[in-house]
């Protein structure tokens, strides 16, 4: 029942269909906890796809055959999200970082804030941008058009870098981390973060050599990046309560 019920918020969506990514994905993950593998979802597009051509038959055409088979495939994407990469950590409190991780996390951005970090900023940005266009809309409704033109953009991808280092020496006391996180807007909503996350992985291992960024620092900064942007999405749905009660 709540297969379709999500189906169905997707197709009242469709103009926006981005736009419920975050709720797709916390599906997925609430799915997964109660053992639905990723070939899982694969086998529940056909199942459903078999569905309405009994169900419909002839009213079905070949056209709305194509038509719900891409709705289902995208929908699909965004309930599977990343949250397979995460196997044993899909859950924020569940996400530990070891003594040894946080000092290879500190031991890597010593390399970066040797880096412009403004450059840094850019490339992040022009990733997020490659990897998903609408989020560049986004800014470009913020900022100028051409938001690469634009100083005070510029500006805010500096500071994302330079907000998240300052977030990965305070990774050893999580309570003064998510009090710090909510100090400041990365201007990007919950349901983007993912591609943030995967972004900021690419910007470090293309900047850093390949023997300062092995596979083993790399997960423990995917690691720290979910439980960073994790933690952002708590402080963002406290402050909508406060906001939601003090309007009541």
């Not at 560049?136 to 998240?164: G, L, M, P, S």
């Amino acid at each position: 029942m709540a297969v379709v019920q999500n189906i169905g918020k997707a197709i009242e969506h469709l103009s926006d269909l981005d736009g419920q990514a975050y709720e797709l994905k916390m599906y997925g993950r609430a799915l997964m906890k109660l053992g639905i593998q990723k070939d899982h979802h694969r086998t529940a597009v056909r199942a459903m796809m078999n569905m309405l051509t009994m169900g419909l038959q002839a009213q079905l055409t070949q056209e709305s055959k194509v038509a719900w088979s891409k709705l289902l495939k995208y929908a699909s994407e965004f309930v599977i999200s990343d949250n397979y990469e995460f196997p044993d950590q899909s859950d924020f409190s569940e996400i530990e970082l070891t003594q040894q991780d946080i000092m290879t996390l500190k031991e890597s951005w010593a390399l970066v804030e040797k880096l412009d970090l403004m450059i840094v900023g850019r490339q992040l940005f022009q990733k997020i941008f490659n990897m998903n266009p609408k989020i560049k809309e986004e800014f470009a409704k913020k900022y100028d058009e051409n938001v690469f033109q634009d100083e005070k953009f510029i500006r805010h991808c500096t500071k994302v870098v330079k907000h998240i280092g300052q977030a990965i020496h305070q990774l050893d006391d999580l309570e003064n981390l998510a009090q710090f996180l909510s100090t400041y807007n990365i201007e990007l909503k919950p349901q983007h973060h993912s591609v943030f996350e995967k972004a900021f992985v690419d910007v470090l291992n293309q900047n850093l050599k390949a023997e300062k960024f092995p596979t083993e620092t790399k997960k423990v900064w995917q690691r720290s990046l979910r439980l960073i942007t994790e933690s952002m999405n708590k402080a963002d749905e406290e402050v909508q309560m406060i906001n939601s009660s003090i309007r009541r």
